[in-house]
């Protein structure tokens, strides 16, 4: 029994000689350059990147946690009844809230106003500022700490501090069983 075999398209025996003649053109041409290149040294990004390892590291100036930079301004702008509460164990939008009071609309604004001037200056960039149009009760966003600064009347509706102090929530709770 003859195995029949398919048929392919090979090339003739001069062809297989000129293909094989022509190779090891390519790869000594190949291999030249390749040591041309390796001659020639690293690249020129190479060079840079080794560059900046070798150059002494420009560190920023030391920047102070944003709750103290925070602090500082409330503290100058004569916030009342600042409260800081570490909220890190009970929610994961932030780790620290701060809770200020002014004695009016415009204190209100202005203290919000004087907290993110002094987040800038201190290298922190606020997300954002809610409610610095009527005044009551403006938010600062920081990031890891939010700023609540309220009118008292409306920290007094709200209660804030009773629904994320949870050291004051269990003393209420303590209050009311007994």
């Known amino acids: ?12 025996a001069g062809a ?18 390749r040591k041309k290149l390796a001659s020639q040294g690293p690249t020129t990004a190479r060079k840079k990147k080794a560059a900046a390892s070798k150059a002494p590291a420009v560190t920023a100036p030391k920047q102070q946690p944003v709750v103290s930079v925070v602090e500082h301004a409330l503290d100058e702008m004569k916030a009342v009844n600042v409260k ?7 929610t994961d939008i932030t780790d620290t ?7 009016s609309d415009r204190h209100v604004r202005s203290i919000a106003d004087r907290v993110v001037e002094h987040a800038k200056k201190a290298g922190f ?43 004051a929530a269990r003393r209420e709770a303590a209050e009311q069983s007994a």
């Open 84 to 90: 800081v509460l570490a909220v890190n164990k009970l």
């Open 16 to 33: 297989k000689k000129k293909a094989s003649s022509k190779a090891p053109a390519n790869v000594t041409k190949l291999s030249t350059a």
């Open 125 to 167: 960039r606020p997300m954002g500022v809610e409610g610095e149009r009527d005044g009551e009760w403006v938010l600062v966003d920081m990031g890891d700490v939010i700023v609540h600064i309220m009118l008292p009347k409306v920290r007094e509706f709200y209660r804030l501090e009773s629904l994320w102090d949870v050291s």
């Open 97 to 103: 809230m701060i809770i200020a009071s002014g004695n």
């Open 1 to 12: 029994m003859a195995v029949k075999r398919a048929k392919t398209s090979r090339p003739s």
